[in-house]
Nanobody, 120 residues
Framework: QVQLVESGGGLVQPGGSLRLSCAAS????????MGWYRQAPKKQRELVAR???????TYRDYVKGRFTISRDNAKNTVYLQMNSLEPEDTAVYYC??????????????WGRGTQVTVSS
């Protein structure tokens, strides 16, 4: 079993910054990819940013230049630095990891989500 612990959400004014963290633990042999999705009210969950084991980065166009994803392989942790936040960034942000365990290959796990609210 794999557990994900997210932190860093909150309320911030437009133009402000937040840093999200997600630490994975459990029976993990290796992590193929780590990423962040978000879901705004009445909207579908969408990819925000993703980083693979070999460092390949993917960003949603809307956040390019404002958000930066990074990972600490030693800590099985992924970060999302969010700058120049806009009200449209308001959503629940979910951590997602794809891992290889002692029983499964390429298994996907979701965090419980952390609320990010951008408002004056």
């Amino acid at each position: 079993q794999v557990q994900l612990v997210e932190s860093g959400g909150g309320l911030v004014q437009p133009g402000g910054s937040l840093r999200l963290s997600c630490a994975a633990s459990g029976s993990i042999i290796s992590i193929n990819a780590m990423g962040w999705y978000r879901q705004a009210p009445k909207k579908q969950r969408e990819l925000v940013a993703r980083v693979t084991e070999d460092g390949m980065l993917t960003y949603r166009d809307y956040v390019k230049g404002r958000f930066t994803i990074s990972r600490d392989n030693a800590k099985n942790t992924v970060y999302l630095q969010m700058n120049s936040l806009e009200p449209e960034d308001t959503a629940v942000y979910y951590c997602y990891v794809e891992v290889n365990t002692d029983r499964l290959l390429g298994a996907g796990y979701w965090g419980r989500g952390t609320q990010v609210t951008v408002s004056s």
